[in-house]
């Protein structure tokens, strides 16, 4: 599995959609990059599942309607067959519900439809190193969700706030990494630090959980 997009190798991803020309769209953004080839797409959950088998991507991406099932369901079935295996989940709008499912069934990255081609690129860079990527509409859904109750915590050092605010914003960690004029090495080590002392087990988590306990801010 490719570990970062400087890398020779490339990200391979198998890419599920019914919608034909959304399919097509994507494919199109995606093998705009160098490091980035769509293996095989798919239209519903049977097929992905046979894609998935015969191409072991390093990345899925899957709409949640599909016609004989759902995303959910699916990357269900990519956590058990295929466990290193990033998952993308695209959705025409930022259900709370269907955003809690997939952050339970495993996904890495949520994006709506209507996301661009960098956060498109980086959220399947991202998944492809085993890492989250989302937009802040997710946060802010996910945020009030019941799940995400406080915590004790142990006490954020203002870097680590400050790492995570970005975070929040959709920034990427080399993107942070400029910003703060530190390594990407130590912004995944402040976003590590962060999340085990917020008892998260991925960023989103540790983001959500820091805006609800109002170490972070979700306005726009």
Excluded: W
Excluded at 52 to 61: A, H, L, M, S, T
Aim: charged share 25%; net charge negative; proline share 3%.
């Amino acid at each position: 599995m490719s570990t970062d997009h400087d890398d020779a190798t490339t990200i391979s991803i198998v890419l599920v959609d019914d919608h034909v020309v959304v399919a097509l769209g994507l494919k199109a953004l995606i093998e705009d990059e160098p490091d980035l080839v769509v293996a095989e797409v798919a239209g519903s959950v049977a097929d992905a599942r046979s894609a998935i088998e015969r191409q072991r991507p390093d990345v899925v991406i899957v709409d949640f309607r599909l016609p004989d099932g759902s995303g959910i369901e699916l990357i269900e079935n990519v956590r058990a067959v295929h466990p290193d295996a990033g998952v993308v989940m695209i959705t025409a709008a930022a259900d709370r519900r269907i955003l809690a499912a997939a952050l339970d069934a495993g996904c890495h990255g949520f994006l709506s439809k209507g996301a661009d081609q960098s956060d498109l690129v980086t959220a399947v860079r991202a998944a492809a190193r085993g890492e989250s990527h989302f937009t802040p509409d997710v946060v802010r859904h996910l945020s009030h969700l019941r799940r995400f109750e406080q915590v004790d915590a142990e006490e954020l050092s203002p870097r680590e706030c400050e790492v995570l605010q970005f975070s929040a914003e959709g920034l990427a960690p080399e993107e942070i990494a400029e910003r703060l004029y530190l390594s990407v090495h130590t912004v995944r080590n402040h976003i590590r630090n962060s999340m085990a002392k917020l008892h998260a087990h991925t960023k989103l988590e540790a983001v959500v959980t820091a805006s609800r306990l109002r170490l972070i801010s979700l306005d726009d």
